[in-house]
């Protein structure tokens, strides 16, 4: 079964760190490119990050440029996003998916930024 579990999200404080993890299963995971995605309260889904399978990164959120970085391990089948100088307004739900061939959206990580 192809599957994507992501992992590493909580509730921190302005300011904090927080790396979240998306692990792959079931499938050739080298080859494709990865991307994460947030989904905040009341609003739709939208991309943050992509990595190429050679590692080439883009974070697409201007408001994340500088304090998110995407990463990958092809040996792991993992894909990791790193967030630092966390604000309220990167609160939401973090997914994980691949492209081409979206795989179902899996239950994603909450991610909560407050004091």
């Known amino acids: 079964q192809q599957q994507l579990v992501e992992s590493g999200g909580g509730l921190v404080q302005p300011g904090g760190s927080l790396r979240l993890s998306c692990a792959a299963s079931?499938?050739?995971?080298?080859?494709?490119?990865m991307r994460w995605y947030r989904q905040a309260p009341g609003k739709a889904r939208e991309l943050v990050a992509s990595?190429?399978?050679?590692?080439?990164?883009?974070i697409y959120l201007d408001s994340m440029k500088g304090r998110f970085t995407i990463s990958r391990d092809n040996a792991k089948n993992m894909t990791y996003l790193q967030m630092n100088s966390l604000k309220p307004e990167d609160t939401g739900v973090y997914y994980c998916?691949?492209?081409?061939?979206?795989?179902?959206w899996g239950q994603g990580t909450r991610v909560t930024v407050s004091s």
């Open positions: 990595i190429s399978s050679v590692g080439g990164t883009s």
């Open positions: 079931g499938f050739t995971f080298s080859p494709y490119t």
């Open positions: 998916n691949r492209i081409p061939s979206l795989l179902p």
